[in-house]
């Protein structure tokens, strides 16, 4: 019964039914808990939920099977960090790890007898849209957009932490939706990696935190915009320069 089961799990893009691993059940939706407290105040009824806008990682717990002579192997994969897909929750991937030991008991005999075992992967709060969008470029100087302003419409339902590549020099604001970042005295350009909450040169060689000014972006559902300012001024009020060639988003589009 097991070995005809439909439903599969993909974790570091290997296929359970490719290692011979059968789940005895289909994954079923899950959510992190809301980081928070509820608080009771005097002469007010019901209670108070004071959180701080975060959300837990959580457990998905699977009971698997498999053959004997592919227990070594499947040990060797299902370990680490990595992406985690199932089959039956379509354009979903979550950033995953194996959270436990896993204990291989015997459940039937045979010429390969087969295996059980509990599976726990413990997931970011957030899984990602899969597939994952393709880098999303804006040349700054391009002819076709007669606005100095780019559409970015977010698909998912949760704010997403975007990796941007800006090419350009000097000082430079950079808005999307209703956050503004800006950057002085950039050589060749910088990354903001919102999800490492660190700011790097152009390379990725080294740290320029100290390069930007403002919070890491999160691009909330739905419309935004992005728009961009060349120059600046400084604290004394004395015009600063600088330019912009391209600013390339990797959006990270995630759900709830």
Known sequence: MARSNP?????????????????????????????????????????????????????????????????????????????????????????????????????????????????????????????????????IDDPDRPTPYFDLPNPGTAPSLPRLEIEGSGSFSVTIGKQTIFFSDVERGIIVDSELMDALTLDGALLANEKMDGEFFEIQPGQNVVQWIEGGESEEGDPLSGTIEKITIIPRWRML
């Open 7 to 139: 439903f599969w799990f993909e974790f570091n893009g290997v296929k359970s039914s490719e290692m011979g691993v059968w789940m005895t059940d289909a994954h079923a939706f899950s959510r992190g808990e809301q980081r928070g407290t509820q608080e009771k105040v005097s002469g007010r009824s019901g209670f108070v939920w004071l959180g701080d806008g975060a959300t837990d990682a959580y457990e998905i717990k699977r009971a698997c099977i498999a053959p004997a002579s592919k227990l070594r192997q499947i040990a060797a994969w299902l370990t680490g960090s990595g992406n985690l897909r199932f089959s039956n929750e379509e354009g979903a991937m979550y950033d995953a790890r194996v959270a436990k030991k896993i204990d291989f008991k015997r459940a039937a005999p045979g010429k390969d007898p087969l295996y059980k075992f509990d599976l726990t992967f413990l997931c970011q709060p957030f899984p990602r849209m899969w597939p994952e969008v393709a880098p999303i470029e804006i040349l």
